[in-house]
DNA sequence: TATATTCTTAACTTTAAGCTAATATTCAAA
DNA sequence: TTTGAATATTAGCTTAAAGTTAAGAATATA
């Protein structure tokens, strides 16, 4: 499960993240709006914890765009603001947050609340048949792929390939593994062909993410 | 739930949106009657505030014209009025609203107003099977659909492979699914037939609005 | 029964996914 | 460093899949 943790105060980000963390959580930081909505679209991350008040784009609006990304508009978002600031609470629902958490937290409750609403989005996904791995979420059944914030349709045999390849990651799948699942045992095809779609994906997701292993096969990098 | 709010006061707009959206309504706004008439065909709100005091087209002829429409004569419409034109209060309920809301509107009031109103209109369209997504209208009970503002109704097939594909917007059904729901199991037709009918539908509700997914099969597309 | 509407089919066209083949490049073993 | 087998890259081609049309079954309706 990821976090992004957005907190102008670097303390305030170094105790969230260090606690999280212990939780096993995979965090990321940031110290304003605008790298929270750059880093939200690059990360996906399940869970936004957002501070209100920061310089160059505040909370509210960052929310906002967040929920304005593809692929993003069910993730949780949650705010942490000063006690009394309380303007901002109608504010934030208005903008799409699912809750509140008032500064200052104690670590306890803190991780209740983001166990809770994690839970939530678990079963949310479980729903619509929605895998996240690293940067990349793919929707079986709307044959969608959300790369770093760019919604695309793959054709069949791509999206194929790639939900191969992604269901388990770092393992590298044989060529004849992958011909055997994606074109099944009967047909044969040319020595060329899977390499062609690798090329595909690699042009559409990024090179780095499929990884040849030469004389074996591919493998999807995660991490 | 979707409302139109019209008022040719901006400021006024400004605010019954903002205490809207709060709630988790969508919200359409239109400064006059004109105006008000386009959006609610295109729209198909669940509800429709109505200032009566406006520019090109009064509240009361945009009330008239609004239950006019197919599709929209059961959508609620309240007036929003200063307090005191006293008039119009009669004028408003022959025009064929269903509330009357006095102006300055404290938010709880407005609030607590709207929401019984809507818990109205739910049980309302419950009862006779309607589902609305987007700019369609389906009316189970009658194979009636309403797209845009205008009502038509259709064949049986068209109108089951419509029902199949709105149930689960933007999800790919496969032409076996398709087949299995909508033909079923037993009866064997021609591999054209629901091209046919996807034609059909295309060519009464839009293009745009089917999407075939090539080697799988088709969706309904929404948003 | 006559008539209209809906449904399916069949023949043809169009489209783009997927494949091949030819060439270039990489990489690891010798 | 060389070398050859494995993989990468391209563009063009092929073909399976979907689009289109009209005609005639099949149904429903008057």
Not at 26 to 36: L, P, S, V, W, Y
Not at 57 to 71: N, V
């Amino acid at each position: 499960m990821k976090i992004l943790v957005v907190d102008d105060d670097p303390d305030i980000l170094e105790i969230l993240s260090y606690n999280l963390k212990a939780e096993g959580y995979k965090i990321f930081t940031a110290e304003n709006g605008i790298e929270a909505v750059k880093i939200a679209k690059k990360r996906q991350p399940h869970l936004v914890i957002l501070d209100v008040m920061m310089p160059e784009m505040d909370g509210i609006e960052a929310c906002e765009k967040i929920r304005e990304t593809p692929g993003l508009e069910s993730t949780i978002i949650t705010f942490l603001t000063a006690r009394g600031e309380d303007y901002s609470q109608v504010a934030g629902f208005d903008a799409g947050a699912d809750d509140y958490i008032t500064k200052p937290v104690k670590p306890k409750v803190l991780m209740s609340k983001v166990k809770a609403l994690l839970r939530r989005f678990k079963t949310d996904a479980k729903q619509n048949n929605i895998l996240s791995i690293g940067d990349i979420t793919i929707n079986q059944d709307e044959y969608k792929v959300i790369n770093e914030g760019n919604e695309m349709t793959l054709p069949r045999k791509e999206f194929e390939l790639l939900s191969l390849l992604t269901s388990e990651p770092n393992k590298v799948f044989k060529r004849d593994d992958i011909l055997n699942t994606v074109w099944g045992s009967e047909v044969v095809v040319g020595g060329r062909t899977i390499d062609v779609h690798i090329r595909k994906l690699r042009e559409k997701l990024g090179d780095d993410k499929f990884k040849t292993v030469k004389g074996v096969g591919y493998k999807f990098v995660y991490e």
